[in-house]
């Protein structure tokens, strides 16, 4: 085979939401195997991890991002199918990263757009997620969704941090694992200012709280250890029956979040209703430490393996920022393969390409 039969090439459409840059995978990944998308999950992790690697890591990408690799669905009712890569793993859900993959599907027209209101059903690996959006003259102007139901998983744990610092907490899973914790009774105003100081404290944290505390979801089995840290602001009033408040998001190795997190904005719903603080049809607005804002609204109740669990709706808007091609040259000594050679389909070849401009 000749020299170019090691070339490959991935079609991507970069969005972003609240802040938060995810990358959509919409072409030159082959078929995974597996019977469902937490199989295909298994897979790429144990056996292809150069795909999210290589995307997320220089030169091709920044360890910030998130990256939605874009599948044909399993569950017969979705339309398709996607997986989260990010610096920490692979989550089984995310309300950011829905938010733009409903978006580039939509606007790239994998799946036709229709004007006004529109709804489709994504699969992520934690279940389906039911998606409205608001569509106007071939944009996405708003979008809302209900994916994973939330459930308190235990209040008021304490540890205590290497430096001495005592921490109260609760876990609630929101499509992961949440660590929420009330800001203010540590002295944060949740600033912008604060970022670098909270992401210190977020690792610190983490690294503690890994130590002493492993927990699995009673249907989802391992889905990995406690990843996210979500610091809490005062809860105001702004309407009848419609709430804000700051926060900020612990999501990487030294990264607050520069949204105000899907999941986290459902774990802070999760805890409000436990407490009697929302009720059904009432929203809470989070607001990130840059301004930007999720609303999440109480959409009713379930049970996750016999627990009361919370249904919940997060409105937000992506916007496209690229649609791109990369070419991988599976002979650079910068990629670390992992898989990629079986895993990437698309040979490059001229035509893949834009031409160069003719000046």
């Known amino acids: 085979m000749g020299t170019a039969s090691r070339i490959r090439v991935i079609d991507l459409v ?32 144990r056996q292809a991890d150069g795909l999210r690697r290589l995307l997320l890591a220089e030169p091709y990408g920044d360890p910030a991002m998130s990256i939605d690799l874009v599948l044909p669905p399993i569950h017969p009712q979705a339309q398709a199918g996607y997986i989260i890569m990010e610096a920490m793993g692979y989550p089984v859900y995310s309300g950011s990263n829905t938010l ?25 690996p934690a279940g389906l997620v039911h998606i409205t959006a608001e569509c106007r003259d071939g944009r996405v102007v708003a979008v809302s969704c209900e994916g994973a139901p939330a459930y308190v998983a235990g209040r008021d744990f304490s540890i205590t941090l290497a430096d001495g610092t005592p921490i109260r907490f609760d876990v609630v899973f929101s499509g992961g694992f949440y660590s929420v914790i009330q800001a203010e009774p540590l002295g944060y105003q949740l600033s912008a ?16 709280a890994r130590q002493q505390h492993t927990i699995q979801h009673p249907q989802l089995g391992d889905i990995g250890p406690l990843s996210f840290v979500h610091f809490a602001g005062p809860v105001e009033p702004i309407a009848a029956g419609q709430y804000a408040s700051r926060s900020a998001t612990y999501v990487h190795p030294g990264v607050i979040c520069r949204s105000p997190t899907g999941t ?9 209703v436990a407490d009697n603080q929302l009720h059904q ?79």
């Open 193 to 208: 200012d604060e970022a670098p100081a909270l992401a210190a404290l977020g690792h610190a944290f983490i690294t503690a």
């Open 14 to 45: 970069d969005t972003q939401a609240g802040g938060d840059v995810s990358r959509i995978v919409l072409g030159g990944v082959g078929p995974l195997p597996g019977g469902s998308l937490m199989d295909q999950v298994r897979f790429l992790e």
């Open 100 to 124: 733009c993959t409903a978006t580039a599907l939509l606007e790239s027209g994998r799946i036709a757009m229709q004007e006004g209101q529109q709804t489709l059903t994504l699969e992520s």
């Open 264 to 272: 986290g904005t459902s774990a802070r719903l999760a805890l409000m």
């Open 281 to 359: 049809g009432e929203s809470l607005e989070t607001i990130s430490l840059r301004g930007s804002r999720f609303r999440g609204t109480v959409a009713g109740v379930t049970t996750v393996a016999g627990q009361r669990a919370l249904r919940s709706t997060i409105t937000g808007r992506a916007w496209t920022l690229a649609h791109s091609k990369i070419v991988v040259d599976l002979d650079d000594p910068l990629i670390d393969d992992q898989g990629l050679s079986r895993l990437l389909t698309e040979p490059f070849s001229g035509s893949a390409l834009t031409p160069p401009l003719r000046l």
